[in-house]
């Protein structure tokens, strides 16, 4: 009987162990993101974990606590610039392009430490429900779109540039948390969920 008990205790030791994991969205490439207040997640530093930390460290019997640090803060973004064209000579040129404008609803996750991201199929979330307890939707994870096109006619004066660029707005809510079984600390990390809200390709022409 005690090589039982001690047997069950090995296995649960072992499946506790936490393995560090960093899963980061295509999000965190993009070219820029500015939030209007607060940090991303990769922003978090060391001072800021250790605080945070704090608030998550006093241990419950079951189940996760958080400690939300955004709360769907609005950000705005430039993901990719798809072209830029200037002019340097001594006469306008005449440019015709196509543009196809989209709407977008998406949304990407981030965790650091041993809190994790799973996929399955084009679903996405945190390992071990983490997304309920915040009580924060992850269900538009397959972008749906609207889209529509124009023609666009323009004149590249001298000393000009044209930029075209994806735009978009979303929001980012982020903190840390931590996941106990039986008073012991399972995982421990950040969590951040990003959702865009609007997308498009944006035309832009300044002076060089």
Known sequence: MKKCVLLFLLIVTVWM???TVKATSDYQNYE????????MLSDFSDDDYKSYYKIVDKRKFMGWKVYQVNSKTKVTYVSETLFS?????????????????????????????????????????????????IKVSTEYQSSSEDKESYEISLKVDPGTQVDLYVYGEGKITNGVAARYIFWIRADRGGYEIFTVTTQYQRLEKKRI
């Not at 820029?32 to 940090?39: A, E, L, P």
């Open 17 to 19: 162990l936490p393995q």
């Open 85 to 133: 064209y200037y002019n340097d000579g001594y006469t306008a040129i005449d440019y015709l392009y196509k543009l196809n404008r989209q709407m977008s609803s998406k949304v990407s996750l981030s965790a650091t430490g041993t809190i994790s991201v799973k996929v399955s199929g084009n679903s996405m979330g945190f390992k071990n429900n983490l997304e309920s307890t």
């Open 32 to 39: 820029s993101i500015t939030m209007t207040k607060g940090k």
